[in-house]
């Protein structure tokens, strides 16, 4: 398994490519698919066979319809069952995905959304808009922080120090940097709310 990284500019995010030995690929929140995108794919010889979602903000995913028309047999998972009106399989917190042979664990991000996840696999974290480095995900109320803030401490925190974490904005990190730049000891005080 290979991680690449495409910042897509019309965007200022990052979509991720995950390519396995099989010469499929996995394309995680494809904000845009442009020829440089394209260009990552051919160069290794990559066909598109899933497209995980981290959220469904139609504006970070400008690329989905024209990956679906380049890719066929393409499969969308998602927290929702419908995406700019594609059908998605449901994903659901806890689950692990057989994705092409490659097993991929969901996390739920409440606090972000109920469309929000995180998806794991190979080391990896795709955790979308959760957070970025040194910063916790933009979230519209101070429940939504404390919410998030516990999420993170039970199901990211808990994971192996070298854990890599791939968010939507922003430069890769570690679970060991991000539990010691995010406190969590107590979500709610955090939050202003105790």
Same mark, same amino acid.
């Given at each position: &398994?290979?991680?690449?990284? !495409? %910042?897509?500019?019309?965007?200022?995010?990052?979509?991720?490519?995950?390519?396995?030995?099989?010469?499929?690929?996995?394309?995680? $929140?494809?904000?845009?698919? $442009?020829?440089?995108?394209?260009?990552?794919?051919? +160069? +290794?010889?990559?066909?598109?066979?899933?497209?995980?979602?981290? !959220?469904?903000?139609?504006? !970070?995913?400008?690329?989905?319809?024209? #990956?679906?028309?380049?890719?066929?047999?393409?499969?969308?998972? /998602?927290? &929702?069952?419908?995406?700019?009106?594609?059908?998605? #399989?449901?994903?659901? +917190?806890?689950?692990?995905?057989?994705?092409?042979?490659?097993?991929?664990?969901?996390? /739920?991000?409440?606090?972000?959304?109920?469309?929000?996840?995180?998806?794991?696999?190979?080391? %990896?974290?795709?955790?979308?808009?959760?957070?970025?480095?040194?910063?916790?995900?933009?979230?519209?109320?101070?429940?939504? =922080?404390?919410?998030?803030?516990?999420?993170?401490?039970?199901?990211? %925190?808990?994971?192996?120090?070298?854990?890599?974490?791939?968010?939507?904005?922003?430069?890769?990190?570690?679970? /060991?940097?991000?539990?010691?730049?995010?406190?969590?000891?107590?979500?709610? =005080?955090?939050?202003?709310?105790?």
């Amino acid at each position: &398994m290979r991680v690449y990284s !495409h %910042f897509a500019v019309n965007a200022l995010s990052n979509t991720y490519l995950v390519g396995l030995p099989t010469g499929r690929a996995i394309l995680i $929140d494809p904000a845009a698919f $442009d020829g440089e995108l394209l260009e990552l794919l051919e +160069h +290794h010889s990559y066909s598109v066979t899933c497209i995980l979602l981290t !959220h469904s903000d139609e504006e !970070h995913l400008a690329g989905l319809r024209t #990956i679906m028309k380049v890719y066929s047999d393409v499969r969308i998972c /998602a927290a &929702m069952p419908r995406i700019l009106d594609l059908s998605a #399989i449901p994903v659901n +917190h806890g689950e692990t995905l057989d994705v092409c042979g490659n097993p991929v664990d969901v996390i /739920a991000l409440p606090g972000l959304g109920r469309d929000c996840v995180a998806f794991l696999t190979g080391g %990896f974290l795709f955790c979308g808009l959760a957070l970025s480095a040194g910063e916790l995900g933009a979230v519209s109320n101070p429940y939504a =922080k404390a919410i998030l803030l516990a999420n993170l401490a039970e199901s990211i %925190f808990t994971l192996p120090d070298e854990t890599v974490i791939l968010p939507f904005y922003g430069p890769p990190t570690t679970v /060991a940097v991000e539990r010691r730049t995010l406190p969590t000891e107590d979500p709610l =005080k955090l939050a202003g709310l105790a």
